[in-house]
Structure formats: structure tokens, C-alpha cells
């Protein structure tokens, strides 16, 4: 599927600041480092910015939104801040709106009810699709970074990667393509009133990332497929809160239930490009020295 033409950056865009919320994490810092490069003023929306920027603390809110005219939005999980946040956009003069979402918003059973995250990106996706600015919303699967730099990093490190995902398998997304993907949405014209579902080009099992990660880097790392109860006996046992380990088993349930194994178009419509294969992801995060000893 061929892109189609966008309209480039404007001088205007260059005056006034694009505020990137949650702009130190694993998307975010990808959104202001791929901004920066186009020549694009960022503010970063952190607790420790300049201003700081505080989802908990709605007195920071409108410091960072001055002169802003387009934000990023990463959600607060396990909050129903976006609404007001984006309320608070609609009443400072911002323009233009793109949020991350996740897969599995609009598919029944894909979270559990009690899923903090999900009733997040849904009150937030209802929030954005009802404001009166112009909005995208980006909705990735499984971030390929979460074996380098999240959810599942220790694991990797211990070499044994402990999860209730049984054989499923999963499209694992570049955090850089949905990165990619957002500054698009920020930059350019031609995005707005899009949903982006974003994945990978191809699923894969938790075994066979382990055993991608394995030869990039020459140590061993093993999937040890487990039974959702056991693995909450486990993570409750090593110290973790009840809740917190139902979450996690949750969160990881529709890769086992086959839901995650789809792959997904956005990224080809929204940049004329194929998203960045796993093993590829891999190599580079190696080379980088992701997966330190």
C-alpha cells in the first residue's frame, strides 16, 4: 500500500513547542529524539521537566501547555486523567492531539474487566474521539522493547522467560515505528480522524524470541511457558501485591487466548514503509548493548 502525500512541517510548527507527556519512556523518549532531528522544539512532559510536568498534579498541567499547540499523549495507566487532560487542551488552545493507545480497545474479552490499563485507553480513546481537536489515535501491539528495556527485561537477564502465554505468539511492534508513526501525526497533515493499529510483520512466539535473543547475543534465555495461577503463586511469593500480579497475568492472557497474533497495517499507511521485523529489532538492541550481563 503506497503512503499518501502528506503536507511537511511549517514554520509555525517551529514557534511553538509539541509537548510530549510521559516524554522519558519508552515511546516517548523516541517521540522527542525523532522531533529534535526534524528541527522541531519539544517540551518534554515529565516530573522532572522544565516545566514539570505531573499527571497526579493538575497545577502543572497548564505551565506545560502554554504555547503548546500539539501534544502527545501517553495515558496515565490505571487513571481517568485523559479526559480532563484533554478537556484542559481544548480550553488552552491546543490544536492538535495524538494519543498512544493499545490494541484490543475495540475487541470484547481482550482485557480482563478488572484491567486498570484497559478502562485507561478506553474512557481516553472516547475522550479523544469527542473533543473538538483535531485528534490520531495509535494503538500498537506488544512494544518489541519490552524484552530490552521492559515488562520482560529481567527475565531475559536471568535467562528464563516465565510467562502464562502458553504457544501463543505476538506482533511484536518497534517502539521506534510507533514513534515514527506519532511525529507523523504531529507533523504533518493528512492524519487526523486515523486509528493506527500497529504491529510487526510477523508474529512471534515467546520461544522463538527467546531463541532469537539467545543467538544475537550468544547467552541463553528459554521460555518457560506457565499456568496463570502458578505464575501469580510466584510473582506474589517474590514480594509482589496480589493485584498486581493478577494484572500482569492478565495483560499477558490474550498472546495464550490467540489475540495478539494479528498483524496490523498502520504502520505501512501511516509512513509508506514496512514495520522493522523482531530479528532485526534484536540485532540492533545487541549491538547497542541491550542486554548487559
Not at 504457544?167 to 514513534?179: L, P, R, T, W, Y
Request: with cysteine.
Amino acid at each position: 500500500m503506497a503512503r499518501i502525500p502528506r503536507t511537511g512541517l511549517t514554520g509555525r510548527m517551529t514557534e511553538h513547542p509539541i509537548l510530549v507527556t510521559g516524554g522519558t519512556g519508552k515511546s516517548g523518549s523516541r517521540v522527542v529524539s525523532q522531533l529534535k532531528n526534524k528541527g522541531v522544539r519539544v517540551r518534554v512532559g515529565s516530573r522532572s521537566g522544565e516545566p514539570p510536568f505531573d499527571w497526579t498534579d493538575r497545577s502543572t498541567w497548564d505551565a506545560a501547555l502554554e504555547g503548546v499547540e500539539r501534544v502527545y499523549v501517553i495515558p496515565f495507566d490505571g487513571e481517568l486523567l485523559t479526559r480532563p487532560f484533554v478537556r484542559r487542551c481544548e480550553e488552552v488552545g491546543v490544536k492538535r492531539v495524538v494519543l498512544l493507545s493499545g490494541r484490543g480497545v475495540d475487541v470484547a474479552g481482550y482485557a480482563g474487566e478488572n484491567s486498570a490499563a484497559g478502562k485507561t485507553h478506553i474512557d481516553g480513546e472516547d475522550a479523544v474521539r469527542t473533543c473538538r481537536l483535531e485528534w490520531t489515535i495509535v494503538r500498537p501491539a506488544w512494544f518489541a522493547q519490552n524484552f530490552s528495556e521492559g515488562f520482560f527485561l529481567d527475565a531475559v537477564r536471568s535467562g528464563e522467560l516465565r510467562l502464562p502465554a502458553g504457544d501463543g505468539a505476538a506482533s511484536f511492534v518497534d517502539a521506534e515505528d510507533i514513534a515514527a508513526v506519532a511525529v507523523a501525526a504531529l507533523t504533518e497533515n493528512g492524519h487526523a480522524g486515523r486509528i493506527y493499529e500497529l504491529s510487526g510483520p510477523r508474529a512471534v512466539t515467546l520461544a522463538e524470541a527467546a531463541a532469537t535473543i539467545s543467538q544475537a547475543t550468544g547467552r541463553t534465555v528459554r521460555y518457560v511457558p506457565m499456568l496463570p495461577e502458578d505464575f501469580i503463586a510466584e510473582l506474589v511469593a517474590e514480594g509482589w501485591p496480589q493485584a498486581d500480579a493478577e494484572d500482569y497475568a492478565d495483560a499477558v492472557s490474550p498472546i495464550r487466548r490467540g489475540m495478539d497474533s494479528h498483524i496490523s497495517s498502520g504502520v505501512q499507511q501511516a509512513l509508506g514503509r514496512p514495520p522493522r521485523d523482531f530479528s532485526d529489532f534484536v540485532r540492533i538492541a545487541a549491538a547497542a548493548g541491550g542486554w548487559p550481563s
